[in-house]
């Protein structure tokens, strides 16, 4: 499941955009979804997670993750973000994105 900020625009935005291409279970981050996933809202707030029952990744690798499941070049793309050295280089990219999504908003 993709664990994402159902009160960003952004974040939603971007969660409509693979519920187009991917078939997955994802959250907007529901508090009974949270509490059965072992999530708290704090750190549904702070990045997206990608749990299920043989991962729990947040940030760049949930997206990672996220991308597999859509297929084709995001398969691909997806992957790459796992590998060093550019797993370091979509980690800073993420975490960059996520400081100031605020900012992608309408």
Known sequence: MLVYDGEC??????ANWLKKRADFPMSSGAEEDLRSL???PIEAKRSVWWINENERLAG??????ALQGVGGVWALLGRAMTITPISWI???VYRRVAANRHRFNK
């Open 9 to 14: 625009d952004f974040c939603c935005r971007c």
């Open 38 to 40: 072992g999530l708290s």
């Open 60 to 65: 760049h690798e949930a997206i990672g993750r």
């Open 90 to 92: 979509a980690s800073s």
